[in-house]
Nanobody, 121 residues
Framework: QVQLVESGGGLVQPGGSLRLSCAAS????????VDWYRQAPGKGRELVAA???????NYADSVKGRFIISRDNTKRTAYLQMNSLKPEDTAVYYC???????????????WGQGTQVTVSS
């Protein structure tokens, strides 16, 4: 069974920083794309940042220049460094990964449980 476990959320003042982590565990042969999504109260889930297996990154316009997505394949962990946080960044943040499984080899999509980020003074 594959699990994605997020951590690092919390309460931060405007202008502050947080670093989210997403650790994968289980019978994993590899991890392809890893994305971070967020969902604010009363809104749909939106893509915040994405990183490919090769390290290419993409960002939502609203976070460009403030957020950095990265991954450490040896640790099977992805990160989202969030700087210059704004109240409108308040949301539950979810990680998503397309995972290559073993026995038999196949890909499947997994989601983390979410971590709350609140930006408020």
């Amino acid at each position: 069974q594959v699990q994605l476990v997020e951590s690092g959320g919390g309460l931060v003042q405007p202008g502050g920083s947080l670093r989210l982590s997403c650790a994968a565990s289980g019978s994993i042969a590899g991890i392809n794309a890893v994305d971070w999504y967020r969902q604010a109260p009363g809104k749909g889930r939106e893509l915040v940042a994405a990183v490919s297996s090769g390290g290419s990154t993409n960002y939502a316009d609203s976070v460009k220049g403030r957020f950095i997505i990265s991954r450490d394949n040896t640790k099977r962990t992805a990160y989202l460094q969030m700087n210059s946080l704004k109240p409108e960044d308040t949301a539950v943040y979810y990680c998503y990964a397309r995972v290559v499984l073993t026995n038999p080899y196949r890909t499947n999509d997994f989601w983390g449980q979410g971590t709350q980020v609140t930006v408020s003074s």
